[in-house]
């Protein structure tokens, strides 16, 4: 079972479109990540949040940490081609340290 | 800097066979780490490392074992590969301390016939 679980799993839109993506658990994160991936690539940190309701936001993204620190959302505002990939969610759970949990994952394509 | 990297890029097994997956980082990150990447599942943690001479089991671990001889290597072994095995393997690194970010390497593609 995933400690994390990333929805919707595919989204394809048109260009200008906006969407959400959601990463759930009923666990508690101390922190919780997004990252962005890219065919071939490895992941890419988008950003960190670590405060429960702590809103974020990097040009049209916009990312939510939950009120009890278990889920979290990405928002995409006019979403463009270039924001097509992979979009990954990571929890740290607290007193671990260590060992991070990935969400499931949600491939997004925007069309031109 | 080079970042991450790893090597090999791509790799074909028949069941049964073993080989070595290099990890390394140039960047004198404390934490490293080794993780899977199968369709639906996103990233799963094989075995990690706080420090050179250490490691520990993540999520997955069975069939795997790693090294850390050296702070900037991590290696990930598979003495017995089998078919469950084919995935692509990602390792990564972290400065530790108060910074989570994590940096990636472009990742093995991993078959087992």
């Known amino acids: 079972t995933q400690l994390l679980e990333q929805s919707p799993q595919f989204l394809s839109i048109q260009e200008g479109e906006n969407l959400t993506v959601y990463c759930n658990s009923s666990?508690?994160?101390?922190?919780l990540q997004w990252y962005r991936q890219e065919p071939g690539e490895g992941p890419v940190l988008l950003v960190t949040?670590?405060?429960?309701?702590e809103v974020k936001k990097l040009k049209r993204l916009t990312f939510q940490f939950g009120d009890a620190r278990k889920d979290s959302s990405l928002h995409i505002t006019a979403a463009q081609p270039g924001d097509t990939g992979l979009y990954l969610c990571a929890g740290l759970p607290p007193n671990t340290g260590n060992q991070f949990y990935f969400g499931t994952g949600t491939s997004l394509t925007v069309i031109p | 800097n080079a970042g991450v990297t790893q090597t090999p890029k791509f790799r074909v097994l028949k069941t049964g066979q073993s080989m070595t997956l290099l990890c390394a980082q140039d960047m004198n990150h404390e934490y490293m780490y080794w993780y899977r990447q199968d369709p639906g599942m996103g990233l799963r943690l094989i075995h990690y490392s706080v420090g050179e001479g250490t490691t520990a089991k993540g999520e997955v671990p069975d069939g795997y074992n790693v090294s850390r001889l050296k702070k900037q290597n991590f290696l990930l072994g598979l003495e017995s590969a089998a078919p469950s095995q084919t995935s692509v393997y990602f390792c990564a690194s972290r400065p530790g301390g108060s910074s989570n970010e994590q940096f990636f390497g472009p990742g093995t593609r991993l078959t087992v016939l």
């Open positions: 949040v670590v405060t429960g309701g």
């Open positions: 666990s508690v994160f101390s922190s």
